[in-house]
């Protein structure tokens, strides 16, 4: 369930970073949203990288699969083929807090 709100805070965060930037000030992007945004997103990493959460992760993951319907049982089939992959890329490309908020607008 942890893992559950944390996903979905990391999503609703970063969307509505991304989509209000223009609505902070350079003060608050490059302080306080700047120091949040980094403080979850490292507590993200620790999350999805723990073993523990695999099983839960590759179900939220599987879901995905639902909006290729005519391919799902393939999607799923790459899902659990590919997890650690996934995961790799997803830590290696999104989880450096400093870069990810950058992109997001809330650090600079």
């Not at 003060?27 to 990493?45: A, I, P, Q």
Request: aromatic share 14%.
């Amino acid at each position: 369930m942890k893992v559950a709100v944390v996903l979905a805070f990391a999503f609703v965060f970063g969307s509505a970073c991304a989509s209000n930037e223009a609505r902070f000030s350079v003060e608050t992007r490059n302080g306080t949203y700047c120091e949040l945004c980094k403080d979850v997103v490292e507590y993200f990493d620790g999350v999805i990288t723990k073993p523990e959460n695999e099983e839960f992760i590759t179900e939220v993951l599987k879901q995905v699969c639902t909006q290729f319907p005519d391919q799902e049982t393939e999607c799923e089939i790459l899902i659990e083929a590919y997890y650690d992959d996934f995961i790799e890329l997803i830590v290696n490309l999104y989880f450096l807090p400093e870069e990810a908020c950058t992109d997001l607008g809330l650090c600079f």
